[in-house]
C-alpha cells in the first residue's frame, strides 16, 4: 500500500513512518518542521536528541534497507497539498500534521488563531485535494478523546443513538472540548464527516487519548532513529512528564485534585491502530469514529503508578488546575472497534513503566527545569512562558 | 443602552441598527463592506437599490433626528476588533458580520476556506477582545437553524437531556450542517460556548431560521432607508427568490422534491428577537442558545404560497436539487424561548407575500434572470457562475 504520513518529522508520525515502512508499504512522509520551529519559539527541546528529517531518513534506509519519500511543505498550501497526492498518488493519507498542543492554543489570541487556522485549512485543503484527485483515497486522520469532554454518560465511538420524544436516531456525539487546540479537532470532524457526505470519501477519525512512551520496535534499532520525548509544561503529556519528574527529583505535579481521568495508550499501539484502520479502510462515503486508547487512568493513579516504579524517593504536589476542567468526574468511554480489528493491547505496567524512567535517566542531564510548570492559565487570554523570549505584542 | 451591530450594513445588520436606535439605544456600527464586494464579484446586485452606508447614515439622522456612528474595518483584524470595543464601550454586541451564504461557501475550495476562517477568525478575535476589555459585555450572535440538520427526532434549543446507559446529561445538541458555510457556524458555536466556560464571558447563540422580508418600520420612512434584496441563486433565499421568479414570469424552481422543512421568520421578527435577546441578557458564563424562527414550511408548500397570493398565472418546476440534502425528512423544532420572552410573530400570511411580491414588483426592471439560477453544486468541489467574471485558477 501507498501510504503518505502527514506529520511524518513528529513524536507519532515518524514512528508511525518507520513501523509502516518496515511492514513493507512505500510510505512517503510530508512535513514543515513546524513542530521544531515551536521548540525554538518555546525555549525548549526534546528531551532525547532527534536528527533531522533527511538524516534519521538515510539512517533508515542505511539500517532497514527501505527508502521512504519525503516531501516538505505546508498543508495550509492548497497547490503544496495538491502537488504532493498528484506526485505520490497515495492510497491512505495518515494525517499528524496540526498544532497538537492544548497548553499552546491557550497562550494567547494569537496561538488560538493559529491552532484554528492551521488544523482547520490544513485539513480543508486536503479534503478538497482528495476529492478532485482521488476520492477513493482513505483518509486517517488524528483526532483526540479530548474531543468529548467529561460528559456524566458513557462516551460512545464517533456517534450515538438517541431517543428522544418517542423517536430514535444515530447521531454524532455531542462535544465539549476543554481547550482551542481541542476545538480545532472537533471543527476537522465536523468537515470530514460533511466531505463523506457531498463527496462520498472515505475517512476514519481516531480519537486518540493521550500516548506514552518514547520507544518503537523500529527506533530501537539505531539511536539515529529516536524519536521526541516532551516534558515541558506546552508540549509534554503527563505521564512522560511525572517520568522526568521522578528522575530528576522533582516533586510530581498533580493539577487540583487530580481526580481528571483520561484514556491512555502506548505510542506502540498509536501505530498498530493506524495499521489497523489503513488495512481496514472505511467504505466509500463512510465517516468512522475509533476511540484510540487502551485503558483508563486519573492523573493522580499515574502519579502513584510513577511513584511506586521508580527506585528513587518520589514526592507528589497539588498545584491549582491551570485549566478550566472537572476535577473529578464521570469517566467511562467505548473503545471496541480496534480492539474488533485485532489490537493486542502494551498496557501500563511496571516494566513499561522502568522503560520510560529508564529514557528520563539516560537523558537527565538534558532536563531544564523552567521549562517544567504548567504556565499556560486557561483563565487568562494571555500567559508568558518562562523559557522563552519576550513575544511581541498583539 | 450601548449596543455594537456587526455587519450593521447588510440585509440583517442594517434595519437592525435602525430599529434599536429608533427605540432609544445608543447604536454604532461596524463593517468592512464585503458583502457589497461579494456582489461585484458574483456579478449581481441587490434587488432594492441600497445608499452607501454613510449616505444611509446621514438620511436616519434626518429622519430620525438618531445619530448612529460608524466604525470600518474587518473583525479578523484583531487591532480594530479590540480598538472598536475601547472607543464604543458596548453593553452588547450583536453579531452578525459573517460570510452568510451556503453557495458562496461550496463554490470551491477558496471559497470554503475563506469561509470557515473569516467566521471563526473573527469570532474568535471579538471573544479576545471582549475578554480582555470587559467580560460582561453581552454577546449575540447570529447562528443559524442549519447548524442542526435535519435529525430524526426533535429539534432542541442548543442542548439535549439524554439518558444513556441509565446515566442522564444534559449535552449540546448534535451538529449536522449542510455546507461549509453552515458548518463555520457549527466552529463559532463551539468556540463561543468554550469562552464562555473557561472566561465567564456571556453570550446568546440566535439560531435564525431563513429570512424572508424586505421592509420594516424604519426603512419604510424614507426609500433611502432601505435594505439590501437578494434574489440571486448565491445569497437570496427562497421566499424571496420565489417572489421574484412569480413576478417576472419565471417558474418557481423547486430543489427536488421539494420536502425539505426549514423554520422562517419575517424580517421584523429578526430586529424583534434580536431585542429581547439584548433586553433579557445571558447571565455571566452562561451560553444560551435561542431557535430564531416562527413557522415552517416545507419549500414546495412555499411555492404553494407565493403561486396563491401572486395575482398573475405561475408554475412551479422541480430540478435536481444542487445540494446533498434530505429531499424529504421529520422536522420539528423547539422555538418557544423567545415567545417566552415576549415575542409576538408576523406569520407568513397573504398580506405578507402580496407586501414582498410588490417589492419585487416595483424593482422587476432591475432583475437579472440569468443570476436566478442555483449553478453551485455541492457534489462538485469547483462550480463556475454564469454572471461572474473568470476566476483565476485556485
Known amino acids: 500500500m501507498r501510504i503518505l504520513v502527514l506529520g511524518g518529522d513528529g513524536y507519532l508520525g515518524w514512528p508511525t513512518a518507520l513501523h509502516l515502512s518496515r511492514r513493507g508499504h512505500d510510505v512517503g512522509v510530508v512535513d514543515n518542521f513546524v513542530r521544531r520551529q515551536y521548540d525554538h519559539e518555546m525555549g525548549v527541546d526534546s528531551l532525547v536528541p532527534v536528527l533531522g528529517l533527511g538524516q534519521r531518513l538515510r539512517v533508515w534506509n542505511e539500517v532497514s534497507g527501505f527508502t521512504v519519500e519525503s516531501f516538505v511543505g505546508d498543508l495550509t498550501d492548497a497547490a503544496f497539498v495538491d502537488a504532493t497526492l498528484e506526485r505520490f498518488e497515495p492510497d491512505t493519507v495518515v494525517h499528524f500534521a496540526e498544532q497538537r498542543s492544548a497548553p499552546y492554543s491557550m497562550i494567547d489570541r494569537r496561538h488560538a488563531v493559529y491552532t484554528q487556522v492551521n488544523n482547520v485549512v490544513g485539513t480543508l485543503n486536503l479534503l478538497y485535494a482528495i476529492a478532485e484527485r482521488d476520492p477513493s483515497i482513505h483518509l486517517v486522520k488524528l483526532g483526540t478523546m479530548g474531543e468529548y469532554g467529561t460528559p456524566n454518560i458513557d462516551i460512545e465511538e464517533g456517534f450515538i443513538e438517541i431517543t428522544h ?28 464527516q460533511f466531505a463523506c457526505r457531498v463527496w462520498g470519501l472515505r475517512a476514519t477519525d481516531l480519537n486518540q487519548g493521550v500516548v506514552y512512551g518514547q520507544e518503537t520496535d523500529e527506533t530501537t534499532l539505531h539511536p539515529g532513529l529516536a524519536t521526541r520525548f516532551d516534558y515541558d509544561g506546552v508540549f509534554g503529556t503527563v505521564l512522560n512528564r511525572f517520568c522526568v519528574q521522578a528522575v530528576v527529583g522533582h516533586p510530581l505535579t498533580v493539577h487540583g485534585k487530580g481526580g481528571q481521568t483520561r484514556g491512555m495508550l502506548d505510542i506502540r499501539d498509536t501505530l498498530a491502530c493506524v495499521e489497523l484502520a489503513l488495512l481496514h479502510p472505511a467504505a466509500p462515503g463512510e465517516f468512522r469514529v475509533f476511540n484510540q486508547f487502551t485503558e483508563s487512568f486519573s492523573v493522580r493513579q499515574m502519579a502513584d503508578l510513577v511513584a511506586g516504579a521508580h527506585s528513587g524517593p518520589v514526592s ?39 522503560g520510560l524512567l529508564a529514557v528520563a535517566e539516560r537523558h537527565r542531564d538534558r532536563v531544564d527545569l523552567t521549562a517544567i510548570g504548567a504556565t499556560v492559565d486557561w483563565r487568562r487570554t494571555a500567559s508568558s512562558l518562562p523559557t522563552a523570549g519576550v513575544a511581541l505584542a498583539r
Chains 1, 2 share one sequence.
Request: glycine share 4%.
Open 165 to 192: 420524544k418517542g423517536r430514535t436516531d444515530l447521531l454524532p456525539y455531542p462535544k465539549q472540548p476543554g481547550s482551542f487546540y481541542h476545538l480545532s479537532k472537533v471543527h476537522d470532524s465536523h468537515n470530514i
Open 316 to 354: 507528589i504536589e497539588h498545584i491549582d488546575d491551570p485549566r478550566v476542567e472537572k476535577e473529578e468526574h464521570y469517566y467511562r468511554a467505548a473503545h471496541t472497534k480496534l480492539l474488533d480489528l485485532g489490537l493486542v493491547p502494551h498496557l501500563l505496567d511496571n516494566s513499561t513503566l522502568r
